[in-house]
């Protein structure tokens, strides 16, 4: 079916310079990479009028980006993945990078879209496919300037100076581990090999970055499948903060499994919306609280409890005996507070070197919430009994 508000629209507003095939399919396809993050919050990405378009967050602020797939013919067999090979409810639709590269141009010259999300299934191998996405992010560059918001996938098996033309093409790069461990991968992606054609791949862009003589280079990310073969939180985290340390990734992302039909996992259970929340609140605190895998609690079996905040849970074990001083702590104590984060932290550190902090009206004034209260002493004394002080305390 041709979506009648895009012909319109392309008919209307614009000379059409791309075969309507190449929009009319786009859009009919719809948001066929919905399990893949093209922004900063994966859990707020919405759809817009056109089924092919999303609004998301970038490093750039929020944007409507073409998210698709050069192909959704793949000939890989991932367990849990709509695309996989011999999946025959998956319609096959592939297009040259010529046609997607004028696609976008149309949409963007329109006003539709302002980014480009690309990715593919895999046809010839990781190489071939990643010459195409290249090819059509290079046409996007340079035959149409567009000089905005591109994230382009890296396919495994990706080559060095495949990596290191698709940074300097794009704001962000991004390719899955999928699984946490090689063990993981085996089972949800038999034919994908974790040292070889991914977590190499993650190498070859960590270096690029680190070396890079250009003025800018994209921001590395990668997602994992969440719930579908036993993996653990212990498992995800710590290779979580393995990336963010060693290859300076800028963003894990963790998609909750979801079962496909037709797939060999069609059967089993969705995994719980309450531990992706959990493993992402995990995440940060790895990437920007200076947290490692040992502070976290996790249960006998290798998960963190599901219904506390793990900082939370950890303020409740170690801080309400030993509550961190907001007149004396340095920065990394005081971040191991709830409600404290990085700006309310560094606020504290500043308004200390002008005044001496002495109530809590001063504290309110610097963004502490009533929750970090009973984890904190203003220059050694407790300060529950002026919660009233705070007009949201919660008890
Ligand atoms: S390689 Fe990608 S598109 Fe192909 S089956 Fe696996 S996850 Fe799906």
């Known amino acids: 079916m041709i979506c009648i508000r895009t012909k319109v629209l392309y008919n209307e507003c614009m000379n059409v310079h791309v075969k309507p095939d190449t929009l009319t399919q786009l859009n009919r396809l719809g948001n066929i ?3 893949e993050p093209a922004g900063d919050h994966p859990q707020r990405e919405t759809p817009s009028l056109l089924n092919c378009v999303s609004h998301v967050t970038t490093p750039q602020g929020k944007k409507a980006v073409l998210k698709t ?3 959704t013919a793949c000939e890989r067999n991932c367990h849990y993945c709509v695309f996989r090979a011999g999946r025959s409810k998956t319609e096959r639709v592939s297009f040259t990078p010529d046609e997607m590269a004028k696609a976008f141009n149309t949409l963007e010259q329109a006003g539709q879209v302002d980014g480009a999300f690309l990715s593919s299934g895999i046809i010839k191998g990781g190489v071939t496919t990643q010459d195409k996405i290249l090819d059509t992010a290079e046409i996007i560059r340079k035959k149409y300037d567009y000089q905005g918001y591109l994230h382009l996938k ?8 495949q ?12 390719i899955n581990l999928e699984g946490p461990t090689e063990e993981r991968l085996n089972l949800l992606a038999p034919k994908k090999d974790f040292m070889k054609e991914l977590l190499e791949v993650l190498r070859f862009a960590a270096h690029i970055r680190q070396n890079h003589q250009e003025k800018t280079i994209a921001s590395i990310t990668t997602q994992f499948v969440v719930g579908a073969v036993g993996d653990t939180d212990l498992e995800v985290l710590s290779v979580s903060e393995r990336l963010y340390k060693e290859l300076r990734l800028s963003r894990a992302y963790y998609m909750g ?23 992402y609140q995990s995440s940060f605190l790895l990437r920007d ?33 030993n509550p961190v001083d907001v007149v004396r702590a340095d920065r990394e104590h005081l971040l191991r507070v709830p409600g404290i ?6 606020a504290i550190l500043r308004a200390r070197k002008q ?25 050694g004394k407790k300060l529950l009994v002026q919660l009233s002080l705070f007009p949201s305390h919660e008890a």
């Open 289 to 321: 609280y200076g947290w490692t895998v040992e502070d976290f609690l996790f249960s006998q079996d290798g998960n963190l409890p599901m219904d506390h905040d793990p900082k939370i849970l950890w303020a409740n074990t170690y801080l309400r005996e």
């Open 69 to 71: 797939m050069l192909t």
């Open 257 to 279: 499994f979801n079962p496909v039909e037709q797939t060999p996992f069609e059967n089993l259970p969705s995994s719980n919306d309450r531990r992706i929340l959990r493993l």
């Open 163 to 174: 990596v290191h033309r698709a940074m300097q093409l794009a704001d962000r790069v991004s």
């Open 154 to 161: 890296l396919m495994p098996g990706a080559e060095y100076d």
């Open 355 to 379: 005044v001496h902090l002495t109530d809590l009206a001063q504290l309110q004034k610097l963004g502490v919430p009533a929750r970090a209260v009973p984890y904190i002493l203003l220059d």
């Open 33 to 35: 990479t919905q399990h």
């Open 341 to 346: 984060g990085r700006k309310t932290a560094d």
